[in-house]
């Protein structure tokens, strides 16, 4: 019995990384079907996100109450069309993303910032408090020679 000896072929390089061709075909089909089921799925739900949102923003709009929101930052988040009617606001300036000073100098400019103005329901102690207090929160915020 002969003894064969296989001696690799010393002009043929074969990095420790490389593929079989059909494995490496293999691996970029299912990192395609991968992308594109994460696609479709991404795009699923965002409909479903729209759709929620949707319903909440319809739901605000139809409170009989004017609703206004502002984060900590105090950048408007929510706001529905009823807030603008009750003050004649314009919703070019009264939309998310605005700052609560610049609401606050809107209603000034339309003349919707009577917060000096005492109500029925301001003229017992506790509204005047509450007044009182919004009166030197705004004075010491932005208006510091009066609002």
Not at 1 to 28: C, K, N, Q
Not at 112 to 118: D, K, M, S, Y
């Amino acid at each position: 019995m002969g003894a064969v000896e296989i001696v690799p072929d010393p002009t043929r390089y074969i990095h420790p990384f490389s593929l079989d061709p059909a494995a490496l075909a293999m691996a970029v089909a299912a990192a395609a079907i991968l992308i594109l089921g994460l696609s479709l799925a991404g795009a699923l739900a965002d409909r479903r996100v729209q759709e929620h949102d949707q319903r909440l923003i319809t739901a605000v709009n139809n409170m009989s109450h004017g609703v206004v929101m502002f984060n900590a930052a105090e950048r408007l988040l929510v706001c529905n069309e009823r807030y603008i009617e009750m003050y004649g606001l314009s919703a070019d300036v009264v939309k998310p993303g605005v700052s609560l000073q610049d609401v606050i100098r809107h209603r000034k400019e339309t003349g919707c910032a009577e917060w000096c103005r005492p109500s029925a329901a301001q003229a017992s102690p506790g509204g005047r408090r509450r007044r009182h207090f919004l009166r030197c929160w705004l004075a010491t915020r932005w208006f510091p020679k009066g609002p």
